[in-house]
């Protein structure tokens, strides 16, 4: 995006979907980000995404996050109750 002097104007983004949200659910999200042009992605379309854990000895996954560059895409799940 430019700014009205043509410099570069950086716009902080930040999509959310909840776990249980039934209007705009998380597989919504993640196909839309998909067929967004940007441009990391088609690296973005290479990485995996990772399990997220609260402490690396946890058992049970808080979530999963993917990274690109400055972009994180994290997905959250509800565990005993608590959204983390």
Known sequence: ??????????????????Q???IVAVPLTEAMLLTVPWQY????LRVPRQCWRV???????AGYVRRVHD??????????????
């Open 1 to 18: 995006m430019f700014g009205e002097t043509g410099d570069v104007v950086i716009i902080q983004v930040m999509l959310y979907s909840g």
């Open 41 to 44: 992605q088609p690296e973005y």
């Open 55 to 61: 402490r690396p000895t946890d058992v049970e996954v």
């Open 20 to 22: 249980l949200d039934v």
């Open 71 to 84: 972009f994180y895409q994290v997905n959250c799940v509800i565990l005993s109750g608590v959204t983390y």
